[in-house]
């Protein structure tokens, strides 16, 4: 398994293959940050079929992935910050943030979004401003 991005959250980590077809979760899981059912301590694929990945962001019980070609967000876990009704498993689009984000990155309580045009979105709980 070539890995060519990694990214840890508190309970959970992902990974991207070197042909970015693949994401990797291994972790708790207790809120679907893995992106499948059942807690795992071994690396196993997603269910993510749509398209190639450019990015993965992991965070405290949720989970970004950016579409190569389509450049929207992805989210998977309970967390307001992945702009979901509910907490999720699946990987499901971010109607919220528009196609052309370039990058995601997130704390525990918050998210930041670069978008292609350099436009930056930031969400979450804004505890300290």
């Given at each position: 398994m070539n890995i060519v991005d990694l990214s840890c959250g508190t309970w959970h980590v992902l990974a991207l293959s070197a042909d970015r077809n693949t994401v990797f979760?291994?972790?708790?899981?207790?809120?679907g940050?893995?992106?499948r059912e059942g807690n795992t301590a071994i690396f196993e694929p997603l269910d993510f079929t749509e398209e190639s990945v450019?990015?993965?962001s992991a965070g405290y019980c949720v989970s970004f992935i950016?579409?190569?070609s389509s450049k929207?967000?992805?989210s998977f876990?309970?967390?307001p910050i992945s702009l979901q009704k509910n907490a999720t498993s699946k990987p499901l689009e971010v109607k919220a943030l528009e196609a052309g984000v370039s990058e995601i990155a997130q704390g525990a309580t918050y998210?930041?979004?670069v978008m292609e045009d350099g436009r930056l979105f930031t969400w979450g709980e804004n505890k300290f401003g």
């Amino acid at each position: 398994m070539n890995i060519v991005d990694l990214s840890c959250g508190t309970w959970h980590v992902l990974a991207l293959s070197a042909d970015r077809n693949t994401v990797f979760s291994a972790g708790s899981n207790k809120n679907g940050e893995c992106g499948r059912e059942g807690n795992t301590a071994i690396f196993e694929p997603l269910d993510f079929t749509e398209e190639s990945v450019s990015q993965i962001s992991a965070g405290y019980c949720v989970s970004f992935i950016v579409g190569a070609s389509s450049k929207k967000a992805f989210s998977f876990g309970k967390s307001p910050i992945s702009l979901q009704k509910n907490a999720t498993s699946k990987p499901l689009e971010v109607k919220a943030l528009e196609a052309g984000v370039s990058e995601i990155a997130q704390g525990a309580t918050y998210a930041a979004c670069v978008m292609e045009d350099g436009r930056l979105f930031t969400w979450g709980e804004n505890k300290f401003g």
